[in-house]
């Protein structure tokens, strides 16, 4: 009968004990790895956490893995090769085997307080009586005090995942809980030997085997990995081996994915140990002493040749108690046939039980050959195993180490890497900027360009201007030739149409006239000035009197003599002398008569004053105003100054042309090409 095979399903290298200890009790071992322990993909919250580790009033370790790694991160961040634990943070675990761990790197009392379940340092029972122990985290909040926890800071080293009930129950009571990870749990890809050895098992007539299935994630994974490597029947086989559990909820998580037979057994490895044995007792049965080595057959007792006639005695009473109606006759001659076939039948039954003797002590010889040659296969795979091991340790160590220096090197470019994520935002800035496509930069200018016209309308009322800027920005348009400027193009269509409508006005002429009206103001005649003639006009009466006064003589030279020629002569020349020395005029206004020097050169002021605001009002477009000052300058003129002077009038003149000129028109607007351009880049 093949030996039962007890399959070990704890992380690699944390079963060592558990399988020296279940080979010393006559079991074979299969390591099958359900879960890969490694460190957290993160370790800066642990790091941070154990940085302020005198802040907690409570420090919570689920497992010797969190105990493991996480007192390995404070040696790093204290700068030590051992971590030196605050005497005054007490520390919290679940099971014994979390309490050893602590006790190995120096945690434990009388130094610290560490709280556990009841019975997990060994000295009491867990429970009440009759029940078996707890090793879990209703039992250790069983020993907590939750009232002393109220408002403190509580910190729970775990791995990735697990349960969160712990947590839960402390922050019900009031604790500030920060929850870290200092470890990974991931699933592990088991080797083609450690299949093939599941396989053999589940064959028939292979070996029985028992899995310790000793976390809930173990099972879950243990069912995945078997749907993805083993064929359905031999899954079917897989689910009703035995398996043995060490708490209830990794039994209640085996039943619900199909596991049926489930052992339970007590926490720790002792209790494994112990519910294995009973497992192979039940299977095989207790191996006897005695049945170490099997005895040899006894020898057969010597055979004495009996005397003729006590053989022909026993034979005679065999065949008369076997028939009565035999007759004496054929009882005589049957009688010495007895004496041949004995020593036949004897030799014949020796013969047998000699071979079978020789093949049950060739068959125990070939067995105990091949049990040697298997314990020195296991011997040598165990040595093997342990080198690998020990090799594996001294790698994880330069691992952890190189992984120090790493984080160090990072911790000294987190600086760097945030600076350079600042310029690469910053130039991510810079590149969306530069890369805005060609249809956003046309319309920005378009938009520009319309801005510019239609201000420029609204404070100038240059039309052109606009006109120009509409059919520019339309025709820009029209290269692109894309289907949405279509709305856009209508509306700069109509703007163009109202744009032409609008009459031609000279402003600029106008404007133009009114500053030719206020050069000149400076030098017209004023009603009160001395001199009161200008010299071109003296010049003209003065040919005109001395044609008058030639024509008269003319006209009487035939009548008179030389005398009467001379006294004309000097009667003409008398008189146009005078003419130009006594002037009679008539005036109405004769305040115009009696400005001084001073009034006169504010009178002229005043009149280009209004000039100048006529001009502004013209420009702005500010009909009721233009007019105003316009008629006030005209009024002005025409009071004080000489009407009959040339430069007089052609002033007048100027300022006629300018008002007729400036005609009074209303000005569209671009509004609504803009409120399309606006719709079109919100869209």
Not at 43 to 52: E, H, I
Not at 639 to 651: A, H, K, N, P
Request: aromatic residues 4%; charged residues 20%; neutral net charge.
């Amino acid at each position: 009968m093949p030996r039962p095979t007890v399959v070990v399903t704890r992380p690699a290298g944390q079963s060592r004990q558990l399988t020296e200890a279940l080979q010393a009790a006559g079991l074979d071992v299969l390591g099958f790895p359900l879960l890969a322990i490694g460190p957290a993909a993160d370790d800066a919250p642990l790091r941070a956490a154990l940085a302020r580790l005198a802040d907690f009033a409570l420090v919570v370790f689920v497992s010797p893995n969190a105990i493991q790694y996480a007192l390995d991160a404070l040696a790093a961040v204290q700068g030590n090769a051992v971590a030196q634990w605050p005497p005054g943070v007490p520390v919290a675990v679940v099971g014994p085997a979390s309490v050893t761990a602590l006790a190995e790197r120096g945690i434990a009392a009388p130094d610290h307080r560490v709280i556990a379940p009841a019975g997990a340092d060994g000295n009491g029972a867990n429970g009440a009586a009759g029940e078996e122990p707890r090793f879990d985290s209703e039992a250790l909040w069983a020993q907590l005090e939750p009232a002393a926890l109220n408002g403190r800071a509580v910190l729970i080293v775990r791995g990735n995942g697990g349960r969160d009930w712990l947590g839960d129950r402390l922050r019900e009571a009031g604790a500030d809980v920060t929850a870290v990870e200092a470890y990974q749990r991931t699933l592990p890809e088991p080797g083609i030997m450690q299949w093939q050895a599941v396989r053999d098992g589940l064959s028939p007539g292979g070996a029985p085997q028992a899995w310790l299935l000793t976390s809930s994630e173990a099972v879950r994974n243990l069912e995945t990995l078997a749907r993805q490597n083993l064929s359905p029947q031999e899954l079917a086989t897989l689910k009703q081996v035995q398996c043995i559990a060490p708490h209830a909820r990794i039994a209640e998580q085996a039943e619900a994915l199909g596991f049926a037979r489930i052992l339970r057994a007590a926490p720790g490895d002792a209790g494994l140990l112990a519910a294995c044995k009973q497992w192979a007792d039940a299977y095989a049965g207790p191996v006897p002493a005695s049945a170490a080595v099997p005895a040899a057959p006894p020898a057969p007792p010597p055979v004495q040749p009996p005397a003729m006639t006590n053989r022909v005695e026993r034979v005679t009473q065999e065949t008369t108690s076997s028939s009565t109606t035999i007759p004496p006759a054929a009882t005589a001659s049957a009688a010495p046939a007895p004496s041949f076939a004995a020593p036949r039948r004897n030799a014949a039954l020796w013969a047998l039980v000699a071979v079978l003797v020789l093949a049950t002590a060739g068959g125990f010889w070939w067995l105990q050959q091949r049990v040697d040659h298997l314990t020195e296969e296991l011997a040598r795979r165990q040595q093997s195993n342990d080198a690998l091991v020990q090799e594996t340790r001294v790698l994880s160590r330069n691992a952890q180490d190189t992984v120090k220096e790493l984080q160090a090197k990072v911790g000294a470019l987190d600086g760097q890497v945030g600076e350079t994520r600042d310029k690469q935002a910053a130039l991510e800035q810079v590149y969306q900027d530069l890369m805005r496509n060609r249809d956003d930069w046309e319309i920005a200018e378009i938009q520009q360009l319309l801005t510019n016209a239609g201000q420029q309308l609204q404070l100038t009322g240059n039309v052109q201007v606009a006109l120009a800027a509409l059919q520019s920005a339309d025709a820009r348009l029209a290269r692109t030739d894309k289907p949405q400027y279509n709305l856009l193009r209508r509306a700069l269509a109509r703007d163009i149409a109202r744009m032409k409508a609008v009459p031609d006005t000279d402003l600029t002429g106008a404007a133009i006239k009114l500053d030719e009206a206020i050069n000149q103001i400076d030098a017209l005649p004023l009603l009160s000035s001395e001199r009161m003639l200008e010299r071109t006009e003296a010049e003209d009466r003065k040919d005109a009197n001395r044609g008058a006064a030639k024509g008269a003589r003319d006209a009487a030279a035939p009548a008179a003599g030389g005398i009467g020629a001379w006294f004309g002569r000097v009667w003409g020349f008398m008189r146009e002398e005078m003419a130009q020395v006594i002037r009679i005029r008539k005036v109405e206004d004769t305040e115009a008569l009696l400005l001084s020097g001073d009034q006169g050169w504010f009178l002229r002021e005043n009149v280009k004053l209004r000039l100048l605001n006529a001009r502004l009002a013209l420009l702005s477009r500010n009909e009721p105003v233009f007019r105003n000052d316009l008629s006030a300058a005209q009024a002005m003129i025409g009071r004080y100054f000489d009407t009959r002077s040339r430069r007089v009038q052609t002033v007048l003149t100027l300022l006629k042309q300018a008002q007729a000129g400036a005609v009074t028109v209303q000005l569209p607007t671009m509004a609504e090409s803009l409120g399309a351009l606006r719709a079109l880049k919100k869209e």
